[in-house]
């Protein structure tokens, strides 16, 4: 899923102090199960506003809704017939569907209600940690499934640079080293041969490198 | 008991602090309360194990929002007290009751009630 977090209330006051009625928009997938930006998040943030607003003798109406999602036309489409009564929108979605709305909705000035974090995984209950970098061509075949990319520091292809130690990372003593693991789960897989064979140097214009990127799927397309 | 404690605290049952929300604590304040506090049972004695502890969890947390907001953290505050701790109880009431007291009104009820008189 993807990762975010609350940006500081603020920041968002700065972006909504000169408005007086307000949408804020939550999104029903990645953002809830993170707690960033789902319904309930929506309404505290409300709350948190309005008694920002109260304090200084200001008034601002809010209505909370929250979307199935924000990264699909016919979810946004839910809120075309509202939107324009508004003088902002908060969307507490990630990059992705702040993005969006403000493409559908050209006419209204849409700002971000969290900081969109990375790509990554429930570790435990309040833990999440990154797990993809959407580099466009997956090796997770040759590294036991674990992601040199997105987990070793220096995205190293071919086994861990000399700052690996008793199998955590340099750069921090918490954070474990990537071809630790992916060498430790080869040897309980019976397949530490894998790690013999070199993987080859990486087309990186299928990453962030080569610019943004868009997949097409001829036979989806309307 | 008899006991007495100040006519100023509201009580909100619950049947367990870990049901306490941190919108619940939020809407208190947005309506003018000037402070709150979640009485939990005694850590390591809950009936459901963990209700206590994630309630005090939800309260730091809402501190945080507090202070960022400019509230005040301090004017929400978490107790563990024992069901059975009568004068425990009357005693938090009136600890909360004279720090609130010195704290002042919150500045939301004080804004609420200007805009009333206006």
Redesign the interface.
Known sequence: MIVAERK???EI?GFVKNCKKILIVGCNECVTVCYAGGK?EV??LA??L???F????KELEITEVTLERQCDHEYLEEIRNIIEDYDAVVSLACGVGVQFMAEKYPRTLVFPGVNTSFMGVTEESGVWSERCQGCGQCILGQTAGICPISRCAKRLLNGPCGGSTNGKCEINKELDCAWQLIIDRLKELGRLDDYDKLIPIKDWSTERAGGPRKVIREDLRQ | MRLSYPDSIRIIRLPCSGKV???HM??A??KGADGVYVAGCLEGECHYLTGNLRAKKKVEYTKK?LD????GGERLAMYNIAASDGPRFAEVAKEMHEKIKALGPS??RE??Q??KAA
């Open positions: 500081p209330i603020e006051i309930k309404g505290i709350s948190a309005k008694m920002a109260t304090k200084e003798g | 929300d941190v919108i939020m809407e304040f947005q929002l960022e907001i400019g509230v500045p939301i804004a609420l200007k805009k």
